[in-house]
């Protein structure tokens, strides 16, 4: 497996003291790269109001996140899929109950270099050139020249639904270069022009080409109503019923104030 790139983000905020140190509680938060930038943005805001809260934040992947919950080793779980089977099962065992929280909803948009003259890629021309069927650009209305194919590694949320949705059972291309992050696949892409990937909504940006999929563009209301063919919730999962800081923080998430921060993210409000 190739070897993950963890972002680490670590806020730590003190309360002032009025003839002693202030209580401080905190919150350890694992997992998704593609939930990291709402969780960054939501603890600045949550920060302003709960000065006293420490936080520690990676983004390290989903499997990775729910791992550390299934441990013990974190309070939220942010994830870009839902918790598998087995994983909950494991769980179980170890007497953890993992409670998942959507948060937010986005689209998986395939990416490509903005000279690149494509538009739109069916789910089966997707799935074909993830599998290494197809690749040429000139069989899909573009140049001449080979396809890079990028994906993300096994480890991420975004790589399993792209597996569910697009690849429905047939194995990832090989040669395809694996990317430990939305990021990383935006900067791969953006300075290749025969290059393809796939990212969240939320990283979408002009150094890119996102493409439509079966002629339908990914933005928050075909998200929402799940018209565009990739889309997801994003989660937080909680170690049980959360409670504290944890619950506060959950709450914080789903008021209007933390949906604000989901769209502002670039992300998909629940509502």
């Not at 905190?26 to 302003?48: D, F, H, N, W």
């Not at 799935?127 to 001449?144: L, M």
């Not at 080979?146 to 429905?168: H, L, N, P």
Request: charged share 20%; proline share 4%; aromatic share 8%.
């Amino acid at each position: 497996m190739k070897k993950l790139v963890s972002l680490l983000i670590l806020v730590v905020l003190f309360g002032m003291g009025f003839g002693g140190a202030a209580w401080a509680a905190g919150l350890t938060m694992k997992g998704s790269t593609t939930v990291l930038p709402i969780a960054q943005a939501a603890i600045e805001s949550y920060a302003q109001l709960y000065p006293n809260t420490e936080f520690s934040l990676t983004g390290e992947g989903s499997g990775n996140g729910i791992k550390a919950l299934i441990d013990g080793t974190c309070d939220i779980a942010n994830s870009s899929r839902f918790i598998k089977l087995e994983e909950a099962k494991l769980a179980f065992e170890k007497g953890a109950y993992p409670v998942p929280f959507g948060i937010a909803i986005d689209a998986i948009v395939p990416i490509i270099h903005p000279k690149n003259p494509v538009n739109n890629l069916t789910l089966q021309q997707l799935k074909d050139i993830y599998s290494g069927k197809i690749t040429n650009w000139e069989d899909v209305g573009g140049p001449d020249k080979r396809i890079a194919v990028i994906t993300r590694d096994t480890s991420s949320g975004t790589y399993e639904v792209w597996e569910e949705k697009v690849m429905k059972g047939e194995r990832i291309t090989p040669r395809a270069q694996v990317m430990a992050s939305n990021g990383a696949i935006v900067q791969a892409v953006s300075t290749n022009e025969l290059a393809i990937g796939y990212i969240g909504i939320g990283y979408l940006n002009s150094s890119v080409k996102g493409i439509t999929v079966e002629n339908i563009e990914a933005k928050p209301e075909t998200a929402r109503t799940g018209e565009f063919p990739i889309s997801r919730y994003l989660f937080m999962f909680t170690r049980g019923w959360p409670t504290g800081e944890t619950m506060r923080f959950i709450n914080f998430m789903l008021s209007d104030e933390g949906q604000r921060i989901v769209s502002e993210t670039g992300f998909v409000s629940i509502r």
